[in-house]
């Protein structure tokens, strides 16, 4: 299954599961964990029959037959010995005599039991949900194509479905509190490559650091180790339910990792100091009442002596030193924060000032707004490192990525995979790869023309779609226009790169041929009316018949063109759009194939200059400023709607006033 597959199954899962709980009673936090837990638990019938059929083909033969496969087969085969009554199969047959919420209980309570690892964590609050919600929720999950899905895309949809609920607000009092945008987990995880030894995050959420990491070590890996022999994963969550959602998360990706639920301002449950190679987290903002009088806060070795302790009512500092003190002498650290810790005074200064002097600040990237699903503030990024290499002990590479995004609603923004490519290129080429623009840019290349492949064989598609629906219309009389038609839109080869590059004008119509044809029939039945014998009483009917059907066909075209053709062809020429746009943005930027300072977007600064400027590690005030116009965005409407809401509000403020009056009278 390819990645456009992948993608539509995704949409089609959630669009299922989503219209159900529209129309239930119950709020998205509610439906969120019941319906992560099915996805669990179709994942392990599937790992189960896949690896059935190797294991029983290897059990050897014995005078009684072949031996039956144990439990330690299947855990050994990275599967589990599914009970039969948690199995899919047997709930999504179970007769309507039968209860399914309580047979679900049944079935998550009999896997916690035999592997203790996920006791505890697996929802068991089906009795909650409507039964005839449940069943047919059960059934979303049962279809053909999701039968035969292998692991890695179970975990792809496990991701997707926990962005979604995030964005819907599920459980998300401080803003998606236990998911980080993809985006930025694989920011982090593009410029801190942690593809060895111990991982940590202390504020885990859901795992999506653990999860990402995994995907980068199976992508670049250069020789046959797992995922499990490279990393140790270790994870600390506030939250009992989020803590819940990491389990499920590396359970389902067949990750092994250890989190506990603990608060990391006053523990430290795994004991790391020091020892991780790598650190990753999206803490929460600007927390308060953290009790700093508490004796292990005092005392506590992941802050800095004589100033670790911030006077400011927040936590953020004391996060970005816990960072700090986990790392070994060349761990790595990538982890968000407040826009407002890069330039906090007073206490928080002096802290500042003391980890700059260590020189393992590697690098700030400034974020814009609408990147989290639930609030829209702006953020940094970041990245620290204790083993730099001895030329850049005194310096910091500062990214402006305030004005590079990608659109995903109005509300919403996010990298595209070519923006982090250009990213993950500028890190690389700060730490020494003088290749590191050229390979990007090759990269690039390729997206783009992966892209365009894309992009052609969804108007294929399309295409063909039209042509036999016009091929296939036999109640309009089209006779040799007809024929004409099907062959304008016969099926080209667009494996040509070249040719390729014309598809963004080309298709932007995609049956282009079609509105023209059926126009130029309209023409021919006017004219055909007009010299009719006003008598001839049939030939009016036939045509008035032949009006009507156009009339129906017409309409069908564009509801076709505006509704299907826009699904099926939109994105992907939005896709290869963007991809385009990366590739040259890195060509423009970079032209001799080597790391430059890029006004408005990236610089490498000392530590002089950023002592100069009060200790800041805003990247703003070094890289300067860019305009940047989004050409995509509609700016006379949004002045327009300004305008609209400006008048809406002296309006409410005239009426507020004149309230205001008649009270004093």
């Known amino acids: ?84 009554q948690s199995q899919y199969d047997y709930l999504a047959n179970l007769p309507e005599s039968i209860g399914i919420c309580e047979a679900l209980n049944t079935a998550m309570r009999l896997i916690e039991e035999e592997y ?11 009795q909650e949900m409507d039964e005839g919600l449940l069943r047919e929720l059960v059934r979303v999950f049962n279809k053909d194509a999701v039968k035969n899905l292998t692991g890695d895309v179970f975990g792809r949809i496990y991701e997707y479905f926990l962005m979604k609920f995030s964005m819907s607000g599920a459980g998300a009092q401080e803003g998606g509190e236990f998911f980080t945008p993809p985006s930025l987990v694989q920011l982090i995880v ?15 959420g859901s795992g999506g650091m653990f999860v990402q990491t995994g995907h980068f070590i199976e992508e670049h890996s250069q020789s046959r180790i797992s995922v499990n022999e490279a990393i140790k994963c270790y994870g600390t969550e506030l939250k009992s339910n989020n803590a819940k959602l990491a389990k499920m998360n590396l359970a389902i990706h067949g990750i092994e990792g250890k989190v506990i639920e603990s608060n990391s301002f006053y523990t430290d449950p795994h004991n790391l100091v020091g020892q991780c190679d790598f650190v990753m987290a999206n803490p929460p903002f600007n927390v308060n009442k953290v009790d700093k009088d508490k004796d292990y806060v005092k005392t506590d070795p ?35 924060m407040a826009s407002s810790a890069t330039d906090a005074g007073n206490t928080e200064k002096a802290i500042r000032q003391k980890l700059i002097a260590t020189g393992a600040v590697d690098c700030i990237v400034s974020v814009g707004n609408n990147f989290f699903y639930t609030r829209s503030l702006p953020c940094h990024v970041w990245f620290l490192d204790r083993g730099k290499r001895e030329q850049n002990r005194d310096k910091i590479l500062m990214i402006d990525a305030r004005n590079t995004f990608r659109k995903v609603t109005t509300t919403i923004n996010d990298y595209s995979p070519g923006q982090l490519l250009t990213f993950t290129a500028i890190m690389n080429a700060y730490r020494g790869d003088l290749q590191a623009m050229n390979t990007a840019a090759k990269q690039l290349q390729a997206q783009a023309i992966e892209q365009a492949i894309n992009l052609a064989e969804a108007v294929n598609t399309l295409r063909q779609q039209c042509a036999d629906s016009i091929a296939n219309n036999t109640a309009l009389d089209f006779g040799a226009a007809q024929a ?6 016969s099926i080209a080869d667009y494996d040509d790169y070249a040719v390729c590059l014309d598809l963004v004008k080309s298709f932007e ?35 008035d018949e032949q009006g009507k059907l156009l009339r129906e066909l017409n309409g069908a075209l564009n509801t076709y063109q505006s509704q299907y053709g ?22 423009e930027k970079f032209t001799d194939g080597q790391y430059v300072d890029v006004e408005g977007l990236c610089k490498i600064v000392s530590l002089a200059e950023v002592e100069e400027n009060d200790y800041s590690l805003t990247p703003g005030r070094y890289v300067g400023y860019s305009i940047q116009v989004d050409e995509d965005f509609d700016y006379q409407k949004r002045l327009s709607e300004i305008r609209a809401e400006l008048t809406d509000l002296n309006q409410e403020s005239n009426g507020l006033m004149l ?6 009278l």
């Open 566 to 587: 826009k699904s099926q062809v939109g994105e992907p020429l939005q896709d290869y759009k963007q991809a385009l746009k990366d590739w040259h943005y890195l060509l």
């Open 509 to 543: 119509n995609p049956v282009p041929t079609l509105s023209g044809l059926l126009e130029s029939y309209k023409t021919q039945l006017d004219a055909a009316k007009k010299a009719l014998d006003k008598k001839d009483s049939a030939g009016k009917k036939r045509l």
């Open 116 to 126: 203790t690892d996920l006791a505890g964590i697996l929802p068991k609050n089906y």
């Open 1 to 84: 299954m390819n990645q456009q597959q992948i993608k539509q199954l995704e949409t089609e899962l959630w669009a299922s599961a989503d219209n159900l709980r529209a129309n239930s009673k119950l709020t998205a936090a509610e439906y969120k964990d019941p319906v992560l837990g099915l996805i669990l638990l179709r994942y392990a019938q599937n790992r189960y029959e896949q690896a059935k059929v190797a294991i029983e083909a290897a059990m050897p033969e014995t005078p009684r037959g072949k031996l039956k496969p144990t439990k330690e087969h299947f855990l050994a085969a990275g599967a589990m010995l599914v009970p039969e």
């Open 484 to 489: 004409e038609l099907a062959q304008r839109l």
């Open 190 to 204: 593009n410029l801190i490559q942690p593809d060895h030894g111990i991982i940590h995050d202390p504020a885990c």
């Open 659 to 664: 309230l205001i009056q008649r009270a004093e």
């Open 302 to 336: 992941r802050l800095f002596k004589e100033v670790g302790i911030p006077k400011a009512d927040n936590g953020n500092y004391l996060w970005i030193q816990y960072f700090y003190h986990y790392l070994n002498a060349t761990g790595r650290a990538g982890f968000v």
